[in-house]
């Protein structure tokens, strides 16, 4: 007997029986059913992505147009306006300035436009303005303060000082006393260029600006006396001259710190007034610079005055326009360390 044989045959199902029968066909009404869910999915889609665009487009005008978005309800007239500034500008020139019409609404204010009318005054550095709800026009002002002054000719041939910022933006001042129109040196040595309604940016004012916040903040006595300051040789050589009260020329250099050069300033002042035979100075040349022996800086003397009568005979003349190197001893003076000044430089010898 032979081993297949003995296996029983595998029982059947009635998967193992063949069929020629199609597959049930969707009805009519199944294919509804799935086209109407097919479309209330894209519907639901395309409507989040509406809603998502048009909360992007109106946080955009909003944001840079919001005179589109009036207020539906009723209007909101203003009523005030806000001012922070850290100058001289006040309350009354910027609604003069902004010329707001009465009854103005708030949201259809144009803060852009307004903004563009502040900032076409050369003394506004910066401008921010913001509604304040329910009726206030907030207005933040950030001003350029002046560090020099500068002539400029007006009407009828008639010349009016006006100012010179930090970055040499050349301004009318607003609000400014003259008291403190007068604490400031005028500039010489330049061409002013005209530019739109006002004039173009003076070159090289930042190295001018240096010197000038350092001689303010360290020496004050001697910036009191200070004049006229000369920019003609700041582009070409680096120099700037100062002509004082004291000293008719003061040459600074921009190679050096200002610092160190306005302490040997006023060491080589100090060091001739206590000589016996002081000679007032004609002309300091700061921007020689330092040696290696020291400190060597050429000083031309004044004329000699008149002898008075009784004068001895032991003074030496001192010849007409002589030049001489000035070399202090290594001493160390006695007066006080001066101080470097803050970033912010806004002289206040005058009561303003």
């Given amino acids: ?93 910027v609604e003069r300035t902004l010329a707001l019409p009465k009854g103005a609404d708030l949201m259809e204010l144009d803060l852009q436009a307004l903004r563009a009318r502040l900032l076409a005054h050369p003394q506004v550095r910066t401008a921010v303005l913001a509604r304040k709800f329910p009726d206030k026009l907030s207005v933040v002002i950030e001003e350029r303060m002046p560090v020099a002054r500068v002539r400029v000719p007006v009407e009828a041939g008639e010349v009016e000082d006006y100012f010179v910022a930090r970055d040499g933006v050349v301004f009318p001042g607003v609000n400014f006393p003259a008291e403190f129109t007068g604490s400031f040196p005028h500039l010489d040595g330049l061409t002013l260029r005209r530019q739109g309604r006002g004039f173009a940016r003076i070159a090289g004012m930042e190295s001018g600006s240096d010197l000038l916040v350092t001689a303010w903040g360290n020496t004050p006595d001697l910036y009191a006396g200070w004049r006229v300051v000369s920019l003609a040789k700041l582009v070409s050589d680096g120099l700037i001259v100062v002509r004082s009260e004291s000293i008719p020329q003061i040459t600074f250099g921009t190679r050096d710190d200002f610092y160190k050069q306005l302490a040997q300033l006023d060491l080589i002042i100090d060091r001739e007034r206590a000589r016996l035979d002081a000679r007032p100075l004609a002309s300091v040349n700061l921007a020689v610079g330092l040696s290696a022996n020291g400190i060597l800086v050429p000083v031309a ?52």
């Fill in 301 to 352: 003397y004044a004329p000699p005055s008149a002898l008075p009568t009784g004068q001895p005979e032991t003074v030496q003349p001192t010849i007409r326009g002589a030049t001489s190197i000035f070399q202090p001893q290594r001493t160390e003076p006695t007066r006080s360390v001066p101080r470097r000044p803050s970033a912010f430089f806004q002289p206040a010898r005058s009561s303003l």
């Fill in 1 to 93: 007997m032979s081993v297949t044989a003995q296996i029983p045959p595998r029982a059947r199902t009635w998967r193992d029986i063949h069929q020629d029968i199609a597959p049930r066909a969707m009805s009519d009404e199944g294919r509804k059913r799935l086209a109407f869910a097919t479309l209330k999915t894209i519907g639901i889609i395309s409507a989040i992505c509406v809603f998502a665009w048009s909360g992007y487009e109106l946080l955009r005008l909003w944001e840079h147009d919001p005179v589109k978005l009036r207020a539906p309800v009723k209007n909101s007239p203003v009523r005030d306006i806000v001012l922070v500034s850290d100058g001289r500008l006040d309350k009354a020139w």
